[in-house]
């Protein structure tokens, strides 16, 4: 079963807008990672929210976390058409992630 | 370094017969992890490895089946396929056990006629 949920399923912008994506879970948790796919390759970990952290910045990217409502939300700021991909967050336990579903990002040039 | 290598990038099997894939973690890392991923949704989890030994095992049957060795690459095996086997698989390597930041191979395309 799917602990987070990401929304939206999808989103289009044009290059160079800011792109949000959203994740709400179910449990409490230690962190929470975001994660990048392209094609339906390999994951590439994006970054690292603890539970005490309310918001994270790397690069073009901020993550912001309320534990209060179990949710979660990543910024990508001056988007690029190399950021187009699918972006899942994910929970878990002591040994395993739990994914979302994802958000396809497509950003047109 | 290397990264995390799976092996191999596709195959294609029918039902009911064996297969096996193969991942090997980035050196130091001692923990293997195996994901399934389905089109269109997010990876779940299938078995975590660490030192030799099982930590964890998600919500698959009895056909799929895992194993560690002492260089810390790791096998999983999947009998009696079914049509909805045909996924992505995923390998995951970390430094620990514990819940944190995994790095994943490429993948292996399984496809199931």
């Known amino acids: 079963s799917q602990q987070g949920e990401e929304d939206p399923q999808a989103l289009s912008i044009q290059e160079g807008e800011n792109a949000t994506m959203n994740c709400s879970y179910k449990?409490?948790?230690?962190?929470l990672q975001w994660y990048r796919q392209n094609s339906g390759r390999g994951l590439v970990h994006l970054i690292l929210i603890r539970s005490n952290e309310r918001e994270k910045h790397s690069g073009r990217l901020r993550v912001t976390l309320d534990t209060s409502k179990k949710s979660s939300s990543l910024l990508i700021t001056a988007s690029r058409a190399a950021d187009t991909a699918s972006y899942f967050c994910a929970t878990g336990s002591s040994y395993k992630l739990i994914f979302g579903s994802g958000t396809r990002l497509l950003v047109r040039p | 370094d290397a990264g995390v290598t799976q092996s191999p990038t596709h195959l294609i099997k029918t039902r009911g017969q064996h297969v096996t894939l193969r991942c090997s973690p980035i050196?130091?890392?001692?923990?293997v992890s195996w994901y399934q991923q389905v089109l269109g949704q997010g990876p779940q989890f299938i078995f975590q490895y660490y030192e030799k030994e099982e930590r964890g095992r998600g919500n698959f049957p009895d056909r799929f089946s895992a194993r560690q060795f002492p260089n810390y690459s790791s096998e999983l095996n999947v009998n009696a396929l079914l049509l909805g086997d045909s996924a992505l698989y995923l390998c995951?390597?970390?430094?620990?056990?514990?819940?944190?930041?995994?790095?994943f191979g490429p993948g292996t395309r399984l496809t199931v006629l």
């Open positions: 050196s130091g890392h001692k923990s």
């Open positions: 995951a390597s970390s430094l620990s056990s514990v819940y944190n930041e995994q790095f």
């Open positions: 449990t409490s948790i230690n962190n």
